[in-house]
């Protein structure tokens, strides 16, 4: 004989109800069949621990001390259910994210808040990657999720459409270009450049604009993050390129963001998943959560 579940509920009940009678009405079975279980649980645990008397059954020492024991290893086996039961229904889980710095510093903050808000059982791992190494991941199933800079791409994913974002032109105080509303990529081009390293989309994106105008791109320096992109414009190193919501976030004391009036100058935003049919239930949550349309904030009466 094993120690089992059914046995440890048999014999809480008796000792909360006080009888084997009113035990077994309160678990739907026979009241010799409780009587069988408590017998065998002693002759198991080799120890007595039920006083029998004509007003009732109580707990002998060593019954008191598995009462304890048998109600933590019930509430234990029943967290095991409902956990369980969290995953099956995408309440808990956790999803790989990966994203391009664009996406993280404009968009990611606030869908992840809201989202862990709504799931907070559900752990989101987010990771920033270059777009194309992104899209390769997904494809590759290393990662549930990418958030990438619609770019040309030969993976085997499903894509969908995000956020748009629009690039502007950093320029430090005092530039020549600081004045301007807005100004043409080709009008940069005369002046030294602060760019993202190579192999991201938008130094890629750059770079193939001066091309296609029969130009070279200057560029002075190549950071790795839009922070410092901002603090190199700022110390005159040069202009920089980045988009118009990822400037917003930094304090610009020492320079000032100008329109880039190229078409291009506009982007597409996309998530790729590797399958949406092969997602989890927390993975398919976070997507339907991100994709859903960006709340529009209401309207003040006049």
Not at 37 to 66: M, V
Not at 206 to 213: G, R, Y
Not at 277 to 295: K, N, R, T, V
Request: include cysteine.
């Amino acid at each position: 004989m094993k120690l089992d579940p059914v046995s440890l509920r048999l014999f809480v009940s008796v000792v909360e109800e006080g009888t084997i009678a009113a035990a077994a009405k309160r678990e739907h079975i026979a009241a010799a069949a409780v009587s069988k279980r408590l017998s065998e649980l002693e002759e198991l645990l080799d120890s007595r621990l039920l006083t029998r008397t004509n007003k009732g059954i109580t707990p002998t020492d060593a019954g008191l001390s598995l009462l304890f024991m048998a109600r933590s290893a019930l509430n234990n086996l029943n967290e095991i259910v409902v956990q369980m039961r969290d995953y099956s229904h995408g309440r808990r889980g956790s999803v790989q994210v990966l994203a391009n710095v664009s996406a993280i510093t404009q968009f990611m903050p606030g869908l992840i808040q809201s989202f862990m808000a709504l799931y907070p059982l559900i752990t989101v791992s987010l990771e920033e990657q270059q777009s194309l190494a992104i899209t390769k991941a997904v494809a590759e199933n290393r990662a549930d999720i990418g958030i990438f800079t619609r770019l040309p791409h030969g993976a085997d994913i499903e894509v969908f459409p995000f956020r748009t974002d629009r690039l502007v032109v950093l320029v430090p105080s005092g530039h020549p270009l600081s004045g301007r509303e807005s100004v043409s990529f080709s009008e940069t081009l005369a002046h030294d450049h602060v760019t993202l390293r190579s192999g991201t989309h938008l130094n890629f994106q750059l770079i193939k604009a001066a091309n296609d105008l029969g130009r070279s791109l200057k560029i002075r320096m190549e950071v790795s993050s839009y922070d410092a992109l901002c603090l190199m414009v700022q110390a005159g190193v040069g202009v920089g390129i980045m988009p118009e919501g990822s400037v917003a976030i930094y304090k610009l004391n020492g320079a000032r963001a100008v329109n880039l009036s190229d078409d291009w100058a506009s982007r597409e935003l996309s998530v790729c998943v590797r399958s949406r049919q092969g997602l989890s239930s927390a993975a398919l949550l976070f997507l339907d959560h991100i994709l859903a349309p960006p709340l529009v904030p209401p309207v003040a009466a006049e």
